[in-house]
Nanobody, 118 residues
Framework: QVQLVESGGGLVKAGGSLRLSCVAS????????MAWYRQAPGKQRELVAT?????STNYADSLKGRFTISRDRNTIYLQINSLKPEDTAVYYC??????????????WGQGTQVTVSS
């Protein structure tokens, strides 16, 4: 099993910055790609950014520029700069876990709340 725990969320004023963390524990050798998602009130969960085990990154087109994903082994980070009220959401970490070559699944953290005041 793999467990993901996010942290770093909070209440911040527009224009500020936050750095979110997601720490994986358990059978971390089976973790491959990891990602950050977010879900705003009343909206569907959306992809923010992904990062492979080798460090390659990809961002949602609409969010490029203010978000930076990084990885240190089995911990990933999301740096968010120039925060806007519309960034208010619960931010979730996801990991793709592959216990065997033939089988993989996604596991999620519990989320961390980011609230941006205007």
């Amino acid at each position: 099993q793999v467990q993901l725990v996010e942290s770093g969320g909070g209440l911040v004023k527009a224009g500020g910055s936050l750095r979110l963390s997601c720490v994986a524990s358990g059978r971390t050798r089976s973790i491959g790609d990891m990602a950050w998602y977010r879900q705003a009130p009343g909206k569907q969960r959306e992809l923010v950014a992904t990062i492979t085990s080798g460090g390659s990154t990809n961002y949602a087109d609409s969010l490029k520029g203010r978000f930076t994903i990084s990885r240190d082994r089995n911990t990933i980070y999301l740096q968010i700069n120039s925060l806007k009220p519309e960034d208010t959401a619960v931010y979730y970490c996801k990991a793709n876990v592959a216990p065997t070559i033939e089988y993989s699944f996604d596991t999620w953290g519990q989320g961390t709340q980011v609230t941006v005041s205007s």
